[in-house]
């Protein structure tokens, strides 16, 4: 499969994991959106296997079917939920009718049965293979989460919730970028008198209100739902950082409790934190600040004169 198929695939499956957390919330609207998450997962799986295959396409949702058998393969399973999704789609599309929630929900499992059946029928893909942390741009950051997937389906679970705690300081301190975050401000020193008064403790709850206060506002900026994020710093390690770049784990409390569905919660939080926060990187002040002064410092040698 070329890269770009690929990729496209890697889409697919994002869009559909993405119905699926909308079902999660239960009410109308959200699963009208699943619905039609679902459909666009669904078509963009459909072009990206015919394009794999060098089918001709057709127009319609629903001649994806006889694209594949006149082009003299075999033809695919889950035609009827399938149909039933499309007319869905274009009665709330097209009139306005909101679909049952309960349809809605039983379609959902059937579309990953059609992602699994196209996929290993016309691409020798296994659907469970295609990884969304492809999606991810930094290198050293997908590396973490492989790992993190490898340790804790070993049962390192220690291991595992610990590279995505990594890989979360990592996203948020890029390498060669930034991303503009709110930062809550130092603890200050006090003086012992106000320490034996009971100020120390105050502002250490205080400066704890502040950082969790910015973390969650941090999170609604980026588009990324604040609860899941303190979610995610509760579940995983505490992990401290010195100025030299290393880090220290701190156990706060045993993780021999935490799940497969757990874990994989939290790495579908930590991927969707990843694409989003890579939306907001800007160049790193530092580094622009740095390639300033150098050009300065060239004209200034040369005697020419800056625009």
């Known amino acids: 499969m070329l890269p770009d ?20 919330e239960s009410n109308e609207m959200s699963i009208a959106v699943s619905l039609l998450l679902m ?11 015919l394009d794999h295959l060098s089918v001709k396409k057709k127009y319609e949702f629903m001649g994806f079917w006889s694209a594949i058998k006149e082009a003299g393969y075999p033809e695919p399973h889950d035609y009827a939920p399938m149909e039933t999704l499309n007319k869905l789609r274009v009665g709330l599309k097209h009139s306005g009718i909101l679909p049952r929630s309960q349809t809605v929900q039983e379609l959902l499992p059937r579309a990953r049965g059609f992602f699994e ?17 492809d999606l991810i741009a930094d290198e050293e950051v997908r590396s973490l989460l492989n790992e993190a997937q490898s340790k804790f389906s070993s049962g ?25 975050l709110m930062q809550a401000p130092s603890t200050p020193r006090i003086p012992n008198e106000m320490a034996r008064a009971g100020w ?19 999170a609604t900026m980026l588009g990324v739902d604040p609860i899941r994020y303190a979610a995610f710093v ?6 401290q950082w010195s100025m030299a770049g290393t ?5 706060m409390r045993s993780y021999d409790s935490v799940s497969q569905a757990d874990f994989t919660e939290l790495l579908d939080f930590i991927i969707e934190y990843a694409v989003k926060a890579s939306e907001a990187y800007i160049p790193d002040p530092r580094v622009v600040a740095n390639s300033v002064e150098s050009l300065a410092g060239r004209i200034a040698g040369t005697g020419e004169q800056a625009i």
């Not at 198929?5 to 999660?24: F, T």
């Not at 691409?123 to 942390?133: E, G, M, N, R, W």
């Not at 509760?234 to 992990?239: A, C």
């Open 39 to 49: 459909h666009d997962a669904v078509e963009l799986l459909m072009h990206a296997v």
């Open 156 to 180: 390192d679970k220690v291991g595992g919730l610990t590279n995505l705690k990594i890989a979360l300081h990592k996203v948020e301190n890029p390498k060669g970028k930034h991303l503009p």
């Open 234 to 239: 509760r579940s995983t390690p505490n992990v």
């Open 117 to 133: 059946n196209v996929l290993k029928a016309y691409c020798a893909v296994d659907y469970a293979s295609v990884s969304l942390i």
């Open 5 to 24: 198929i690929h990729r496209r695939v890697v889409n697919a499956k994002y869009i559909l994991e993405r119905a699926a957390r909308m079902q999660r």
């Open 247 to 251: 880090h220290t784990v701190i156990m």
């Open 200 to 218: 120390d403790q105050y502002l250490n709850q205080l400066h704890s209100f502040l950082g969790e206060s910015a973390s969650r506002m941090n």
